[in-house]
């Protein structure tokens, strides 16, 4: 496949061109729940579907399509593959064959597992543009997936990073493939609606929610993300230990959902915070501005990210950030003027600029505002996808 464009290193917006009658455009994904990739692919439709001749279409493997009826929703067809495995055999043949019917101006693929065989059935199904965005690190996967995607970057017309810190992970001479062309990368940044997050949380009622939850403290401290290795929760929960030295009263709420779930649990007893930790469980998305709003401070202590939603999320909400010095997050969150990086499984130092971020309240937050507003934008980001696939489809 031929590789026509050549992308800045740092490149976010493409210069427009004349737009085909109608592009479409193919995305492909592991699962649609209500996480980072899927979150911000459904932003990308809302803010395009009616504005551009772009016809989406979203492909799932395995897992969870809670998001499924809200891209539907916004007019994209969803296909589920329906796998009750990873390299379930009948999901991956009805994913070729299906990629073989169907054309498409732009296969987009997400996360390593869909980019391996999106690429593959893509290239030999003829579609006609292969797009990837790598939305984190290339660290700790599965030997077979980490492979396979390396093996298959090349077939890629463009690759996407979220952020700059994961463009240079993967264009280091360890993650770059051989085969890979220089103009191949660029970097996008992820992106939420700031606006509409900002007068969600400004128009929800903390005081009557916190009562309706039976929620007590002062100061909030808020963690929002699945409960999975990466995200290092229990490094929160033993920092509350020592934060509550300095701040009796304070009080940490875990949003999210996953399979550490009871691990954490366990956490909390082991440090004897029961009383100021609470591990929340999974909510309703129309509760998550609610608790934007309780909090005081947002706290990520990621061992890796890519550029995360929630913090964005944070920002736009005006809370101060404490979180762990890892790229993207550092990319994100400016030390000393939007919040506060320590070293990644460092509990003490969490603590302390935990402590330290409550005296800064104000000023990080409306600091973070400002930042996330100006360069964090979903518009932004949409506009930059759709003037590349322009580009690409103008290119042919």
């Keep these: 496949m031929e590789k026509t464009l050549s992308f800045s290193r740092v490149a976010a917006i493409f210069p427009a061109n004349e737009v085909p009658a109608t592009v479409k455009v193919c995305f492909l994904i592991n699962q649609l729940a209500p996480d980072g990739a899927p979150t911000l692919l459904l932003d990308i439709v809302r803010q395009t579907q009616n504005q551009t001749d772009i016809d989406y279409t979203v492909l799932f493997l395995e897992g969870e399509d809670t998001l499924a009826p809200e891209f539907e929703s916004e007019g994209a067809r969803v296909v589920d593959f329906d796998a009750t495995f990873k390299f379930d055999p009948v999901a991956i043949f009805r994913?070729?064959?299906?990629?073989?019917?169907?054309?498409?101006?732009?296969?987009?693929?997400?996360?390593?597992?869909?980019?391996?065989?999106?690429?593959?059935?893509?290239?030999?199904?003829?579609?006609?543009?292969?797009?990837?965005?790598?939305?984190?690190?290339?660290?700790?996967?599965?030997?077979?997936?980490?492979?396979?995607?390396?093996?298959?970057?090349?077939?890629?017309?463009?690759?996407?990073?979220?952020?700059?810190?994961?463009?240079?992970?993967?264009?280091?001479?360890?993650?770059?493939?051989?085969?890979?062309?220089?103009?191949?990368?660029?970097?996008?940044?992820?992106g939420i609606d700031v606006e509409g997050f900002h007068e969600n949380v400004k128009n929800a009622s903390p005081e009557t929610f916190k009562a309706k939850k039976n929620i007590q403290g002062n100061p909030i401290f808020l963690t929002v993300g699945r409960y999975v290795p990466a995200k290092a929760q229990t490094d929160i929960i033993e920092a509350m230990s020592h934060v509550t030295e300095e701040l009796p009263d304070a009080k940490l709420l875990l949003v999210g959902w996953g399979e550490l779930e009871e691990e954490l649990n366990d956490a909390v007893t082991t440090h004897a915070v029961e009383?100021?930790?609470?591990?929340?469980?999974?909510?309703?998305?129309?509760?998550?501005?609610?608790?934007?709003?309780?909090?005081?401070?947002?706290?990520?202590?990621?061992?890796?990210?890519?550029?995360p939603i929630a913090i964005l999320e944070a920002m736009a909400a005006n809370l101060p950030v404490v979180g762990t010095k890892i790229p993207g997050v550092k990319e994100v969150v400016k030390a000393e003027k939007t919040g506060l990086l320590v070293p990644p499984e460092d509990p003490h130092a969490l603590a302390e600029s935990m402590v330290q971020s409550v005296e800064m309240n104000h000023q990080y937050g409306q600091n973070g505002y400002e930042r996330v507003r100006n360069h964090f934008n979903v518009r932004t980001t949409a506009q930059s996808y759709v003037n590349l696939y322009e580009e690409l489809t103008q290119s042919e």
Excluded at 137 to 150: A, G, K
Aim: proline share 5%; hydrophobic share 35%; with cysteine.
């Design 275 to 307: 009383d100021s930790v609470t591990v929340v469980g999974r909510v309703p998305a129309e509760e998550i501005p609610e608790y934007f709003a309780l909090g005081d401070v947002f706290v990520s202590s990621s061992l890796r990210e890519g550029l």
């Design 95 to 190: 994913l070729a064959r299906y990629l073989r019917r169907e054309k498409f101006d732009i296969l987009h693929t997400h996360l390593p597992y869909s980019q391996s065989l999106g690429r593959l059935f893509g290239f030999l199904g003829e579609s006609d543009n292969l797009v990837s965005t790598q939305h984190n690190v290339p660290y700790e996967r599965h030997p077979i997936t980490r492979t396979l995607e390396r093996v298959t970057r090349p077939l890629d017309n463009a690759t996407i990073a979220v952020a700059s810190d994961i463009e240079r992970e993967y264009t280091n001479s360890v993650h770059l493939y051989d085969g890979q062309q220089d103009g191949q990368w660029c970097t996008i940044y992820n």
